[in-house]
């Protein structure tokens, strides 16, 4: 955990990064330069997705093809396990600690943020798997986790919570992403003032529960019919194959119209 030192509460170091803080007068080239560090190397970071790996590795398959189709934890333990949730778990944990770590040496704080959300969407659009990965909740828990540990704690506390009374990681990780920025701003209040540019933070965690909140949309619409499958720490008792996502039923075919009919004339009587 690395709030004492990245916070602006406690050190210029900080605050401002490495780069920032021995390099008060960095030119525009460079410091425009600088964005593709913080922003390109966390995605792609981010786009390397552990659960891909994992299923690739492991097992020879895509778990993108099984289950809810997620990329993500909850997905990788129903349908392979404890083992290679453990792994996925780690490696996306871990990838987005490096992607706020080279965000920090660049202007500190605040582009430990943006390379953070970086990652973040990296891991839910990968670009090395066709823009098709996780829902970036372990990559948030990440953010959390290197950024601010109080509301890391709050968060993990209402998310134990409500994951325990409900058994639905989906519904507890949508309310921690909405209660995200609400508790930024009243624990950070001094320094959405004081610090330059903090205000920019504020709106990444916006973004980030808006993205959130659209992952999960059909999770939510499941939840409310009562056909979402409820979290269990095991395997799933279904081989791989029986879990499968459905496919879609195929849409009706619209009716064809005959607009050279005239009025009360049969459409599909032909003319003689």
Known sequence: MLYFFLSPHFSELGAEGLVGYYWKDIPLAASLLLAFVYILIPYLLGSVNTAIIVSDKFYHDDIRNYGSGNAGFTNIMRIYGKRAAVITFVGDFLKTVLAIMVGW???GYLT???AGFACFLGHIFPVYYRFRGGKGILC????LFMLDWRIFLVLLGVFLL????TKYISFGSVL???LYPLLFNRMNKALLTLVPHMY????ITVATAVIVV????GNLKRIFNGTESKFQFKKSKKTPEEEIPAEPEPEPKEKK???GALPGQNPRKKKK
């Open 105 to 107: 040496c660049c202007f």
């Open 112 to 114: 430990a943020y943006i």
């Open 140 to 143: 948030l828990t990440a953010m």
């Open 162 to 165: 409500v994951v325990g009374m």
């Open 176 to 178: 921690c992403s909405v």
């Open 200 to 203: 920019l933070c504020q709106l």
């Open 214 to 217: 659209i992952k999960h949309w």
């Open 257 to 259: 119209i005959n607009y």
